[in-house]
């Protein structure tokens, strides 16, 4: 069964960090690209945040870059977003997405605020 299952979501003041898990099963897990994205509140598209390809090669979004990581772990099946620096704008419900299977995570929600 395939399944992408995030956790790590929560509320941090500004300035402040989480760290995002996806754990995948079901499907060759070193075989497949990942994405992080994001849903602001309101909104229905999701934007990119960040791509970790098989060979561990990483690109971010411009309004990420430089605070976020994104990595993954083959043996584990995880993949991970590590959020420094927080702001408020970054408040969404984040998903992790794998390409080869083209399927998402059920999101789990990110506040940022004071």
């Known amino acids: 069964q395939v399944q992408l299952v995030e956790s790590g979501g929560g509320w941090v003041q500004p300035g402040g960090s989480l760290m995002l898990s996806c754990a995948a099963s079901?499907?060759?897990?070193?075989?497949?690209?990942f994405r992080w994205y994001r849903q602001f509140p309101g909104k229905e598209e999701r934007e990119l945040v960040a791509?970790?390809?098989?060979?561990?090669?990483?690109t971010y979004a411009d309004a990420v870059e430089g605070r976020f990581t994104i990595s993954r772990d083959n043996e584990k099946r995880m993949v991970t977003l590590q959020m420094n620096s927080l702001k408020p704008e970054d408040t969404a419900v984040y998903y992790c997405?794998?390409?080869?299977?083209?399927?998402w995570g059920q999101g789990t929600l990110v506040a940022v605020s004071s």
């Open positions: 997405h794998a390409m080869l299977i083209n399927d």
């Open positions: 791509t970790v390809f098989t060979g561990g090669p990483t």
């Open positions: 079901g499907f060759p897990f070193s075989s497949s690209a």
